[in-house]
């Protein structure tokens, strides 16, 4: 006695999310190369970290479209899920692509420590400016979307980051001309990797759980639990286990114990309101009386 709820209430990423992706890769890489050519021609270690660091915006962008596009595509006899679990590995990736980043940019920021290059603080500075309009408006377009997917968060994140980044490095290049301090440079970088390691760490850790079927942290386990406990249809409750679709959609297993096989609809009915109200409306639930459980190989 078993049934599968398949209603689809949850957050699904507009289609119209592809377009601003290609849009936000288009203006990002127009910056990294005005700002790497700045960067070079100006001795700064700042402005090419901070262009390092966007490029790897820019393949994380790549790769978020990537995944948007493959969740998007019909299931099959081999993917029975579809696509979906790509918008996972692709949070997983952009995470791992922003750390070995935040790795380079820390080697050359301690070796520009040790050895300070002569860096022209205005060039630094209109760049960078020029870096918080791009960053600030890459950042907007995502803003509405960033909570209805992991990957949309992490770009917004990224980009919100970003503008506060280029906001730090106007205000070096402002210093270095006041005092002619070379090694501010060099710190704003090692300021810039501190800031992208905050920023990373959540997205990285929410990935990695995701990838082995954890929980989902938007979804209130404990609250699921009262809520099956408390149901009036239903006598006990085993062998739950909540996982990841994908970084917007959820799916749930139940084993319901009922008293009488006439309460099993009710049961199956109040076990679905209850996921559906915690964030997962893909929900199999399989129902049995109280002096017929299943064994614990059934179960499994």
Request: hydrophobic letters at 50%; charged letters at 15%.
């Amino acid at each position: 006695m078993s049934e599968h709820s398949g209603h689809h209430h949850q957050h699904h990423i507009p289609e119209s999310i592809s377009g601003i992706f290609i849009l936000c890769i288009i203006l990002n890489l127009i910056f990294v190369a005005v700002e790497a050519a700045v960067g070079f021609m100006s001795n700064s270690v700042g402005l090419l970290s901070d262009a390092g660091h966007n490029l790897s915006d820019v393949f994380s962008l790549l790769i978020a479209l990537l995944a948007v596009r493959m969740s998007m595509m019909k299931t099959n006899r081999k993917f029975t899920y579809g696509y979906k679990k790509s918008t996972v590995l692709a949070s997983l990736l952009n995470a791992v692509i922003l750390l070995a980043a935040v790795g380079a940019i820390i080697v050359e920021s301690i070796s520009r420590l040790n050895n300070p290059l002569h860096v022209s603080g205005s060039a630094i500075s209109w760049t960078a400016g020029a870096g918080i309009l791009i960053n600030g408006l890459t950042a907007w377009l995502l803003m509405r979307d960033q909570d209805k997917d992991l990957n949309v968060k992490g770009a917004f994140l990224h980009m919100a980051m970003d503008t506060l980044v280029s906001a730090g490095v106007v205000v070096s290049g402002i210093v270095i001309n006041m005092t002619g301090i070379q090694w501010i440079d060099p710190a704003v970088s090692l300021f810039i990797a501190a800031i992208i390691l905050v920023s990373t760490f959540n997205i990285l850790k929410q990935s990695i759980f995701l990838s082995m079927d954890a929980v989902p942290d938007s979804v209130d386990i404990e609250k699921i639990e009262k809520g099956l406990a408390s149901a009036d249809a239903v006598k006990e409750w085993h062998h739950i286990h909540i996982w990841a679709i994908s970084t917007t959609e959820n799916a749930a297993t139940v084993h319901l114990v009922i008293g009488n096989p006439a309460d099993m609809e009710a049961a199956k009915r109040q076990a679905r309101e209850i996921f559906r109200s915690a964030g997962v409306n893909h929900c199999t639930i399989e129902c049995e009386t109280a002096g017929n459980p299943c064994s614990e190989h059934e179960c499994r």
